[in-house]
């Protein structure tokens, strides 16, 4: 599925295939909260990062977030956050250990997005005490991060290019059954 993006002034604008293109993930660890806004919900789409194609390409700026971890000394990231230098807006994140990879955040994309069957409320042990976390059958909670991928989640799902693949019941039952 081709998606569109851009950053809110207009100054960045992108194009990406994406073959995860539903957003699935609401982080909320400190670094989406703080870099994207809000309760986080930034890295949540997965694309081609062959495919990425920018304009506006001068207004980009790259953030390398600091991790804090106990015991461990703080350290930098290799992830790249991509952000419009003009307006602040969170565009996507590159990391060089999965290079193929790009994550644009669903709250840069224009496209008209599909509605997630289920979203993953990930890194809830790091989320701020003012955020509401739904409590239903559609979220799934989990205190650091989902043991299955983006990939894997989205072909849990059936969905490809952002549609719903028809399943049998007994399938459709194995695929909602919850994550360990």
Request: charged letters at 25%.
């Amino acid at each position: 599925m081709k998606l569109q993006g851009s950053c809110h002034c207009g100054a960045v604008r992108f194009a990406v295939e994406a073959q995860s293109p539903v957003p699935y993930l609401h982080c909320h660890c400190s670094i989406c909260r703080k870099t994207a806004g809000g309760g986080g919900y930034a890295i949540n789409l997965g694309a081609d990062a062959r495919t990425l194609k920018v304009r506006g390409r001068r207004h980009l700026r790259v953030y390398h977030a600091r991790l804090r971890e106990a015991g461990r000394r703080t350290r930098r990231s290799p992830a790249e956050r991509h952000f419009c230098g003009e307006c602040g807006s969170a565009l996507w994140l590159w990391d060089p250990r999965w290079p193929e990879l790009v994550h644009p955040h669903a709250s840069a994309i224009d496209t008209p997005l599909p509605r997630p069957p289920q979203i993953v409320e990930a890194a809830l042990a790091y989320a701020a005490n003012w955020v509401e976390i739904a409590d239903d059958a559609r979220h799934l909670r989990c205190r650091t991060w989902p043991a299955e991928s983006l990939a894997d989640w989205h072909r849990r799902h059936g969905l490809v290019g952002g549609r719903r693949q028809r399943t049998s019941a007994a399938r459709r039952a194995r695929l909602n059954a919850p994550i360990a």
